[in-house]
């Protein structure tokens, strides 16, 4: 599949494709599949889920298209009353955290094409996604990473509660 991929420089979009890279750790490349896409890829979601069991939940970041996808469906059996509040409230938060997803994704772009730019001066403007990952190899170190990172930046609150979860060594344990 990566084969024939590449990432354009320095907006990180995969050329002429549907898809986008982990919007968390932008190192791995994601097939747009409406309305299951994720945003996430494999490492970035189990680091997640690795820290959203310390919280006891299934999720911290929204990180599926599909309300389902990220434990916030309302089961259209359930009746109104609080719990169903509580979970439309999950639900808005799930938009909520969507924005600054991207947000994220914006910052941690800017920030991995300057240190490539450090490395190789000039860009080209585009390379093979091969390429791409020989410079930032993705894997659980690197999600544990980006995750800290995220989480000490846009939810410092978390961390309050249980410091576990910008614990890079504690977060790629898993
Ligand atoms: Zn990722």
């Known amino acids: 599949m990566s084969d024939h991929q590449y990432v354009t ?3 990180l979009d995969v050329r002429d494709w549907r898809g986008w890279l982990c919007k968390v750790c932008l ?3 994601l097939e747009s599949v409406p309305p299951w896409s994720w945003f996430g890829c494999a490492y970035c979601r189990n680091v997640d889920a ?3 069991r ?3 939940g299934r999720r911290l970041l ?3 298209q599909h309300s389902i996808m990220n434990g916030g469906s309302i ?3 359930m009746p109104e009353g609080p719990g169903r509040r509580a979970k439309a409230r999950g639900l808005m938060a799930i938009g909520e955290g969507w ?5 994220w994704r914006e910052m941690e772009a800017a920030r991995l094409v300057d240190e490539l730019r450090g490395r190789i001066g000039d860009l080209p403007d585009s390379v093979p996604v091969d390429q791409w990952q020989e410079w930032f190899p993705p894997g659980l170190p690197a999600s544990a990473d980006a995750f800290a990172r995220l989480v000490k930046q846009q939810r410092p609150g978390l961390a309050e509660i249980d410091p576990r979860v910008v ?3 504690w977060l790629a344990r898993n």
């Open 99 to 103: 924005r600054q997803l991207s947000e």
């Open 27 to 29: 190192r791995m490349p």
């Open 50 to 52: 690795w820290a959203a």
């Open 167 to 169: 614990d890079v060594d």
């Open 62 to 64: 929204p990180l599926g």
């Open 75 to 77: 089961p259209l059996s």
């Open 9 to 11: 420089l320095p907006a």
């Open 54 to 56: 310390a919280f006891g």
